[in-house]
C-alpha cells in the first residue's frame, strides 16, 4: 500500500531534550516535506527537499533540521526543543515527474513540548 | 513570497444547503493551486487541483472551484452539502515551474460544519 509513515505518532518531552520525529515513505517520490499544523494558523512548512541531500527551508525553519540521506526518509530534527513546538506535525511527498505536484500526507505527529 | 489567505474561518450549514469557501492568493507569478480536507482525525488528502487550462475545475465528492485570475482567487464550490462534509478546509499554493515550485504556501483553514 502507497503511503507516507511517521513515528512517534505522539510524543510528550521536555524543554532542551533533542528529538527526532522520523518520516519514510514507499512511493519512490523525490519531494517531502514537512509542515506544522497550529489552530488559525493552518499548516506552515518548515522545510522541504526535492531530491536526496537537497533541502531547503519553508516558511517556518527556525529551531528545526532535516537531513535528505535516502530516499524515501526524511527525519526533523529539534536539537533543542521549546514549549513553542508544541504543535502537529506532518510529513508529505509526492512524485515530481508526474508535474502534478499532488502531496501525500502522513498520519501527523503530535508532538508536547514541556 | 506567496501568501493566501481563507475569508471564512468558520462555516456552519444545513444538510442540502449550497457551499463556497472564499481563497485569495498573493503571489506575481504563475501558481499551482489547490483545495485540500482534513477529516476530524484524519490527515490531509487532496480535494483538487489547478495548474492550467479550464479554470473551472472539478474534484472528488462533487467539490468544485473556479480561478479566476484577475481576482486571484480560487474559491471552492459544492452544490448541496452533506453532513459528511463536515471537515477543515484548506486552500495551497505554489509558484508553476522552476525550482521555487517546492514551496507550497497554506491558508489558514475553514472549518465546515454541517448539521443533518
Not at chain 1, 31 to 49: A, F, H, K, N, T
Amino acid at each position: 500500500e502507497a503511503q507516507v509513515t511517521q513515528n512517534p505518532r505522539y510524543l510528550i518531552t521536555v524543554t532542551g531534550k533533542k528529538l527526532t520525529v522520523t518520516c519514510s515513505q514507499n512511493m519512490n517520490h523525490e519531494y517531502m516535506s514537512w509542515y506544522r499544523q497550529d489552530p488559525g494558523l493552518g499548516l506552515r512548512q518548515i522545510y522541504y527537499s526535492m531530491n536526496v541531500e537537497v533541502t531547503d527551508k519553508g516558511d517556518v525553519p527556525e529551531g528545526y533540521k532535516v537531513s535528505r540521506k535516502e530516499k524515501r526518509n526524511f527525519p526533523l530534527i529539534l536539537e533543542s526543543p521549546s514549549p513553542n513546538q508544541t504543535s502537529l506535525y506532518f510529513c508529505a511527498s509526492s512524485l515530481i515527474a508526474e508535474g502534478t505536484d499532488t502531496q501525500y500526507f502522513g498520519p501527523g505527529t503530535r508532538l508536547t513540548v514541556l | 513570497a506567496q501568501s493566501v489567505s481563507q475569508h471564512n474561518h468558520h462555516v456552519i450549514l444545513s444538510e442540502a444547503a449550497s457551499l463556497e469557501l472564499g481563497c485569495n492568493y498573493s503571489y506575481g507569478g504563475t501558481v499551482n493551486l489547490f483545495w485540500y480536507v482534513q477529516y476530524p482525525g484524519q490527515h490531509l488528502q487532496l480535494l483538487l487541483k489547478y495548474f492550467s487550462g479550464d479554470p473551472l475545475v472539478k474534484g472528488i465528492k462533487g467539490f468544485e472551484a473556479e480561478f479566476i485570475k484577475s481576482k486571484f482567487s480560487f474559491n471552492l464550490r459544492k452544490p448541496s452539502v452533506q453532513w459528511s462534509d463536515t471537515a477543515e478546509y484548506f486552500c495551497a499554493v505554489n509558484a508553476a515551474g522552476g525550482t521555487s515550485y517546492g514551496k507550497l504556501t497554506f491558508g489558514q483553514g475553514t472549518i465546515l460544519t454541517v448539521h443533518p
